[in-house]
């Protein structure tokens, strides 16, 4: 992935620190070159693929962010893409797709229907499908993660990891169990209308969750996949939910307070730490996972507060 993607900046909170008495740091994947941590799985698993796969064209299924790594990796690797979508996925995340010289489909209804007609378009062309989370070589791009954590904050206790299907929590804390520092506590968060993993973790096995509207679109999903649901139990020692009106609280202090613009499911660790539903010890480490919010949607929120 060297030359690929970046190594984004792990940059200390000073108001998180003073709020919360421990020492907060901000991994800052809202600064990728897809202002989303997912370019990293998406160039791993398409450089892993060989020329022929390639050639038979990509294939990916997004509530954006994916899909804009896809369709980045498969320009600069000479492959063509086609990225299925939500038609309700923001207007930036879809038009960046398009930039990045993807086809792009819309379909109606959530992720989990723009997945389907992925699949099928995949079986129908022999296109090769990039699953966003549950794919061992996406997993593994993602927990690169985890050594840029280790090697910037190697006194690392904690790490706060927003959860949509589980690929970043699994890949990040499989590589700190990896490297030894089991004492590192992992912690998930979703939103309450995202809830499909927390609703696992509690049930003991993926249960079906009914979805609501959420800023946090990028973690929606209608029920966790039994495969992912078992890595991400692994590696993770707690998941816990935010509220919709905190996430927009996170957001704008976010703006405010460190010049940061993060996307609804990239500030939700943020408001977990903030709004007091976690409680860290530090020196810890919050995933700002994304940045792709749209600039009325962010003016929106700033108004608000």
């Given at each position: 992935m060297a030359g690929h993607v970046y190594r984004t900046p792990l940059a200390?909170?000073?108001?998180?620190?003073?709020?919360?008495?421990?020492?907060i740091y901000l991994k800052l994947e809202c600064w990728q070159r897809t202002r989303s941590f997912k370019i990293r799985g998406a160039f791993n698993a398409a450089l892993l693929l060989s020329p022929a796969e390639r050639a038979k064209g990509l294939v990916a299924a997004s509530a954006g962010n994916h899909g804009q790594g896809v369709a980045l990796a498969a320009r600069e690797l000479g492959a063509r893409a086609t990225v299925f979508?939500?038609?309700?996925?923001?207007?930036?995340k879809k038009d960046r797709i398009v930039a990045f010289g993807a086809e792009l489909r819309e379909v109606p209804g959530i992720y989990d229907d723009a997945e389907a007609a992925a699949l099928a378009y995949a079986r129908e062309t022999g296109a090769t499908f990039l699953h966003p989370f549950a794919d061992p070589a996406v997993i593994a791009g993602q927990g690169t993660i985890g050594i840029e954590l280790l090697e910037d904050l190697p006194d690392l206790r904690e790490v706060v990891v927003p959860i949509g299907g589980g690929g970043l929590i699994t890949g990040i804390g499989t590589v700190l169990r990896a490297a030894g520092a089991a004492g590192t506590r992992v912690v998930g968060v979703q939103s309450e209308n995202t809830r499909s993993m927390y609703a696992a973790f509690e049930a003991g096995?993926?249960?079906?969750?009914?979805?609501?509207?959420?800023?946090a679109d990028g973690l929606a999903g209608g029920s966790a996949d039994p495969e992912s649901y078992e890595m991400v139990r692994a590696v993770t020692d707690e998941v816990v939910l935010v509220e919709e009106k905190v996430i927009e609280?996170?957001?704008?202090d976010l703006f405010h307070y460190d010049g940061v613009v993060a996307e609804g499911a990239g500030?939700?660790?943020?408001?977990?730490?903030s709004a007091g539903v976690l409680h860290l010890r530090g020196p810890a480490a919050l995933i700002v996972s994304g940045g792709n919010l749209d600039g009325s949607r962010l003016a929106e929120i700033l108004r608000g507060g």
């Open positions: 200390r909170s000073d108001w998180l620190s003073e709020r919360t008495g421990a020492e979508v939500p038609e309700s996925a923001p207007a930036t096995g993926p249960v079906e969750v009914a979805q609501g509207p959420s800023l609280g996170a957001i704008r500030a939700v660790a943020v408001a977990a730490v």
